[in-house]
């Protein structure tokens, strides 16, 4: 928005512009323009020098200052700066015109820098004064302007991060627990949001002491939309409701798990087929049969999951996979293993393989497994969090995430 297209007639330069400031160690040229502004409805303060004019502004700001250049002892240009020193917000701003005969080039520059919106040669003419004025009246009310909008802005950004903090109390309620022991098993979640509100999640689920589900899922891209389809997602995959899981189904009184490969597809579908639903899924999901460790597993698009043997040695399971959502009717392999006392399952979303270093490459699965091997020692929870700082103190933001960070560690123990 430019000046010109501000249309402000001299009823409002006089309300946008009320207080002038005039400074100018010749009283008659004091007298003079204060006459004139006096004139046009202006309330006019006077200064003799840029000391006595800054003693004034530092208990009310002026609308406007008219300053004369050449003063003895502070001048008009370190008065401009002194003055623009003191304005704090958009409001306090005052339009500052220097009075000058100078007219070089490079003396007018020195004045823009300090501060100075205008200037105007002395003797002043009475059209061209008014003209100024006028030409400040349409800076101060764009000024004003940006200024209620920024605060409009402001206000709303406050209201967003608002919901934001109460959206990520939500989705943490989604994982309530961070670990659970199972007995013959236990399962330890991680979940780094690199925002308020992110598009990871895991969880853990056990309709009877005989088995239990492990899922992982990153739904593209992260926030708010993101966010909202992992709490859609949650209510598939809950265990708080074992009939609304459709992890699980019913054979006779007792829910039991349907097959992994199962899972997926008909998450799929639901999905696929929502016109609402514009993201898509990837997921990693175990169920893990406590008596014999046969851990079944399907993987969707997801990293494949990391298989930690009791004495150290590591490999990765699964190929890949259609992530969830994409297109529908997609058919999904199971992956099967047996987990020895000792052995770990771990799933992880891509915020860890694709992690980008100091030296900007990425972790990628060989990173994740020097990381896992230095973390062995640890368990549960324990794990996961050593893991995790392992990580930041390698990547090039540190703790400040550039993607979502979650993980599910399955720790089989065995029965008997």
């Not at 004139?36 to 200064?47: N, P, S, Y």
Request: include cysteine; proline fraction near 4%.
């Amino acid at each position: 928005m430019h000046p010109e297209s501000v249309d402000i007639s001299a009823a409002s330069a006089a309300a946008l512009v009320q207080r002038v400031l005039v400074v100018d160690d010749s009283l008659v040229q004091l007298k003079i323009l204060s006459a004139m502004l006096t004139r046009w409805g202006f309330e006019v303060w006077q200064a003799q020098s840029g000391e006595e004019a800054l003693a004034l502004c530092e208990t009310a700001a002026p609308d406007a200052v008219l300053s004369d250049w050449m003063m003895p002892g502070m001048d008009g240009l370190e008065f401009c700066r002194r003055f623009r020193a003191l304005e704090h917000d958009s409001y306090s701003y005052g339009y500052f015109i220097l009075l000058t005969s100078k007219s070089e080039k490079g003396e007018i520059a020195r004045g823009l820098d300090a501060g100075a919106d205008d200037f105007l040669t002395k003797p002043v003419n009475a059209d061209e004064l008014r003209a100024r004025i006028n030409a400040g009246a349409r800076i101060l009310s764009m000024q004003r302007q940006l200024s209620d909008t920024l605060d409009q802005l402001r206000a709303a950004a406050d209201a967003i991060d608002r919901d934001l903090r109460q959206a990520r109390t939500i989705q943490e309620a989604l994982v309530p627990e961070r670990s659970r022991d199972y007995g013959a098993a236990a399962v330890s979640l991680l979940l780094k949001p690199c925002g308020h509100v992110g598009g990871d999640l895991v969880g853990m689920f056990s309709p009877d002491a005989a088995g239990l589900g492990v899922y992982s899922i990153d739904v593209s891209g992260h926030g708010i939309t993101s966010a909202l389809m992992t709490a859609r997602v949650s209510g598939y995959l809950g265990g708080d409701f074992p009939d609304q899981n459709i992890a699980l189904e019913r054979r006779g009184a007792d829910p039991v798990f349907r097959p992994p490969e199962e899972v997926a597809a008909r998450l799929n579908n639901r999905l696929s087929a929502d016109p609402g639903v514009l993201d898509y899924l990837t997921m990693a999901y175990v169920t893990v049969d406590l008596a014999s460790g046969v851990a079944r597993i399907v993987q969707a698009g997801h990293p494949p999951p990391l298989l930690i043997r009791a004495d150290g040695s590591m490999r990765f399971v699964g190929e890949g996979g259609l992530p969830i959502g994409l297109i529908s009717d997609v058919h999904y392999d199971r992956i099967t293993l047996e987990l020895e006392p000792g052995d770990r399952l771990l799933l992880y979303s891509d915020g860890f393989t694709e992690a980008l270093l100091k030296d900007g490459q990425m972790l990628d699965q060989d990173g994740l497994q020097q990381l896992a091997g230095l973390c062995r020692a640890a368990r549960g929870t324990e794990f996961l969090d050593d893991l995790y700082w392992r990580l930041s103190q390698i990547t090039r933001t540190g703790t400040s995430l550039e993607d979502d960070v979650s993980a599910a560690l399955v720790e089989y123990r065995g029965v008997g």
